[in-house]
């Protein structure tokens, strides 16, 4: 399946991580990087603080505004 996000684990012996898992882990990394990297200081210019603030703000809304995997 190609495009979007979808749930369907394949039937059998076989089973794919559905796309929603992916997508959840892969913003997730993304979120955990940024916020080591703002504790750990690496952004010291107050309008890159207050974009990174931004986006981390931006990932919480979609990591709970989406459907949780099954």
Known sequence: MEG???QKR???KVA??????RY???LTNVQTG?????AAGQFTDA???DHV???LADLTTA???GPQPR
Request: aromatic letters at 4%.
């Open 4 to 6: 979007g996000l979808w």
């Open 10 to 12: 394949g039937r059998g």
């Open 16 to 21: 794919r991580t559905c796309s929603i898992v």
């Open 24 to 26: 959840i882990t892969d």
């Open 34 to 38: 940024l916020q080591a990297e703002v």
């Open 47 to 49: 309008n890159t603080v």
């Open 53 to 55: 603030n931004t986006i």
């Open 63 to 65: 990591l709970s505004a």
